[in-house]
């Protein structure tokens, strides 16, 4: 199973962009699904989480910009983002976290803000 993630793109601060990420297969024991990002020369860093029950956390960065989502159906997390800043240029990657067994990541996609 692959995590294919989509929606990236170039563009100016104050705008949205919405990115997708999708399983190629079904995947058990599902603790979470979330983004993160990574910046150059940064460490990467969560960005938000969605857990099994619908609870949702962001980082303080972010918290009231972004929106996490999901279709359980499909097993496909996106994320909202509106009103984008410089500094959430960086690669975003999809996670999905499961209950005792390995992570799956998604491949990262591009987002750069230009001020």
């Known amino acids: 199973v692959q995590l294919q993630a989509s929606g990236g793109g170039l563009v100016q601060a104050g705008e949205s962009l919405r990115l997708s990420c999708a399983a190629s297969g079904r995947i058990s024991n599902i603790r979470s699904m979330a983004w993160y990002r990574q910046a150059p020369g940064q460490e990467r860093e969560l960005v938000a989480r969605i857990i099994v029950s619908g609870a949702t956390n962001y980082a303080d960065s972010v918290e009231g910009r972004f929106t996490i989502s999901r279709d359980i159906r499909k097993t496909a997390v996106y994320l909202q983002m509106n009103s984008l800043k410089p500094e959430d240029t960086a690669v975003y990657y999809c996670?999905?976290?499961?209950?005792?067994?390995?992570?799956?990541w998604g491949q990262g996609t591009q987002v750069t803000v230009s001020s």
């Open positions: 996670n999905v976290a499961r209950l005792s067994l390995p992570n799956y």
